[in-house]
């Protein structure tokens, strides 16, 4: 059974700052790895997603997966206040499955 | 572009009580999902369908009946509500090319059970 973790469970850093924030799975046959960000009362909505060792930049964003210490992370440069916002890291195992984390609070203070 | 459509967006039941929530979604998507979310919490999965009248448990099915009789929807009950419990349920359905490349929401429907 899939067991998706993240930390910090909440996170509280200046206008500005560096974020990271990170997941760990535990099925190392897993295939789809995934941020998304659900704003308060909102759905939650896809960020970026990788499929395969190593790191993706979109924009301030940054994903990079590390399989074999089942493992991966979302960088956010020059956060700002509008990043504010629940985390939550995705794995997809055997295909259609997709389990979700705990999920990372984050305040961006102006 | 294309969207899912939750029903109700609020249900208020009571304890013992058997209550069926609805979705529909008009992306052509093969694969829906249910999960609950507790109180701002992460996202556990209940049922999942890979296609028409397929139903897979998640790691939470325990409680919750699925129904999955069109390729547009996907039904989920709740088989005895228990008394203060509260979480929102959603919806998602997702794209089958191979491998899943996104998982699209609805906005939830909320359960207050008192």
């Known amino acids: 059974q899939q067991k998706v973790q993240q930390s910090p469970e909440s996170l509280i850093v200046p206008e500005g700052a560096m974020t990271s924030l990170n997941c760990t799975f535990s099925d190392s046959a897993s295939q789809y790895f995934a941020w998304y960000r659900q704003h308060s009362g909102k759905a939650p909505k896809a960020l970026m997603s990788?499929?395969?060792?190593g790191e993706k930049e979109e924009g301030r964003f940054t994903i990079h997966l590390n399989k074999a210490s089942l493992h991966f992370s979302l960088h956010i440069r020059d956060s700002q206040p509008s990043d504010s916002a629940l985390y939550l890291c995705?794995?997809?195992?055997?295909?259609?499955?997709?389990?979700f984390g705990s999920g990372t609070r984050l305040l961006v203070s102006p | 572009g294309g969207i899912i459509t939750q029903t109700p967006k609020f249900l208020i039941g009571q304890e013992g009580q058997k209550l069926t929530l609805k979705c529909q979604q008009n992306?052509?998507?093969?694969?829906m999902y249910w999960y609950r979310q507790d109180s701002g919490k992460g996202l556990r999965l209940i049922y999942y369908s890979i296609t028409e009248n397929d139903l897979q448990k998640g790691d939470l099915s325990e409680g919750y009946d699925a129904s999955r009789e069109k390729k547009s929807s996907f039904s989920l009950t709740v088989t005895s509500a228990q008394k203060n419990e509260m979480a929102v349920f959603l919806c998602?359905?997702?794209?089958?090319?191979?491998?899943?490349?996104?998982?699209?929401f609805g906005k939830g429907t909320r359960l207050t059970v008192v």
């Open positions: 995705a794995v997809g195992t055997g295909g259609y499955k997709v389990v």
């Open positions: 992306f052509n998507h093969d694969t």
């Open positions: 998602a359905s997702s794209p089958w090319t191979g491998e899943v490349t996104e998982v699209f």
């Open positions: 990788i499929f395969s060792n």
